[in-house]
């Protein structure tokens, strides 16, 4: 490729990765309110249409960064340039009402390369966790007749992830990994309440926390060979405990409409600064590859969440256990130009939270399809989603995502000899 256009290609996976920094995959679930937000599906197009899985699987062709040590296997004279797209429509439900949204956004980005051929890099960015909400109500006020007030609560914004990894070969069949994290993002809440009587007035708050932190991810997968043709691969990843700092800006404003009065207070506490401690996760896989063009693959993945402050007394931040497993499958080896891939995968959460002493359990199913055209790779996938309840006069929140992965492949580091 020409030196104008690497230029070209560097400059719009660029600007994808700040649009990626800078634009969260916001959520309509009431559940994102908790803790710092529901957490974002993890790894490349690959991943997610194969049900999440990724702590076993390792390519020379596609980037893994649910294992850092899949890295390693990656083809020394390619560098690929990954960007994920994503349209999602959303449906939450209750006893009473309902409501729908569409939204799309920029998935992740990512640059990798392995400069030789025990060896591999990446770095990246993608959406860490989403916050988006609106809880609304009308209540008498008390000893004020058949005075009513309307709340309105508000919730968006979510945390970034951005990392740089390292993948090694130590041995023959065994290598290790480490992605470096930084985390960071706003988490912003608005309240508003009106009155509606004779002296109005209404009354608005917005609550900002700004987290930044860090956290160390390793990795480690070990190649078994059980024939010419056949290969089981185990896999293990686990993160240090990170840290997350915060800090809080708060807005206050009482305005009275009787007299056109509006009183607004603003507060940034620098004394509120406070640590949050991000506790260790840890997870193991297994993948069984027969002949390259069949795969299946299972993962189990621990976070104990309970370590977690949470500011809402009606619910409570638990460790979540999940369980996702994936296949892919080429029915015919037509080249590496143009491979045609199947894939298809599900999981299910324990959950991460728990609200009126209710489980908020959670299920997925995806399948997707994969070719290649020239130097880029297409991966496409639809993944259903559902979480919570409508019992316990809970909130049912299911969702549909429509997502594509684009993968530029170029050769930087081969050796032209002539003879």
């Known amino acids: 490729m020409s030196g104008k256009m690497k230029s070209t290609v560097v400059a719009l996976f660029l600007m994808a990765m700040a649009q990626v920094s800078v634009c969260q995959n916001n959520t309509i679930s009431p559940y994102s309110k908790y803790g710092i937000g ?3 599906q993890m790894g490349h197009g690959r991943n997610s ?45 209750t006893h009473l009402d309902s409501g729908d949204k569409m939204n799309g956004n920029v998935s992740y980005f990512s640059l990798t390369m392995a400069p030789s051929d025990r060896l591999g890099i990446s770095f990246g960015l993608a959406p860490y966790t989403s916050v988006g909400y609106t809880l609304q109500s009308k209540e008498y006020v008390s000893g004020g007749g058949e005075d009513k007030y309307l709340s309105r609560v508000e919730g968006l914004g979510g945390l970034t992830w951005a990392y740089v990894g390292l993948g090694v070969d130590l041995f023959k069949y065994t290598s ?38 860090g956290k160390l991810d390793f990795g480690l997968q070990q190649d078994i060979p059980l024939s010419k043709n056949k290969t089981l691969t185990i896999g293990a990843i686990a993160s240090t405990p990170g ?3 915060c800090s809080r800006k708060e807005i206050a404003t009482n305005t009275f409409y009787r007299i056109g009065l509006i009183d607004t ?19 193991f896989g297994v993948s069984y590859c027969k002949a390259g063009r069949f795969t299946v693959s299972g993962d189990f993945n621990y976070n104990p969440l309970s370590k977690f ?87 049912l929140h299911q969702s549909l995502q429509f997502g594509l992965n684009l993968t530029y492949i170029d050769y930087w580091f081969q050796k032209r000899r002539f003879y």
């Open 176 to 213: 290790v990994g480490m992605n470096a994290s930084l985390l960071f993002g706003p988490k912003t809440e608005r309240q508003s309440m009106a009155m509606s009587s004779a002296d109005e007035f209404s009354i608005y708050i917005e609550k900002t926390d700004y987290y930044t932190g």
């Open 309 to 395: 402050d949470v500011e809402d007394l009606r619910s409570k931040l638990i460790d979540n256990k999940a369980i996702n497993v994936g296949c892919e499958y080429i029915p015919k080896k037509l080249g590496r130009s143009n491979d045609l891939v199947f894939r298809a995968g599900g999981g299910f959460e324990s959950g991460i939270c728990r609200v009126d002493h209710y489980t908020l359990k959670s299920l997925k199913l995806s399948a997707g399809v994969g070719f290649r055209i020239r130097a880029i790779r297409f991966n496409t996938y639809c993944m259903y989603k559902q979480q919570g309840t409508l019992d316990n006069l809970l909130v």
């Open 38 to 40: 529901l957490y974002e």
């Open 243 to 245: 840290i997350l700092r």
């Open 49 to 93: 249409s194969m049900g999440g899985v990724g702590i076993a699987l390792r390519s020379e062709r596609y980037v893994n960064t649910i294992n850092p040590a899949s890295y390693a296997s990656l083809d020394s004279t390619m560098v690929l340039f990954d960007i994920g797209v994503h349209m999602d429509y959303e449906h939450i439900e």
């Open 265 to 283: 207070v603003y507060f940034d506490d620098d004394d509120y600064d406070r640590y949050t401690k991000l506790p260790p996760t840890f997870g």
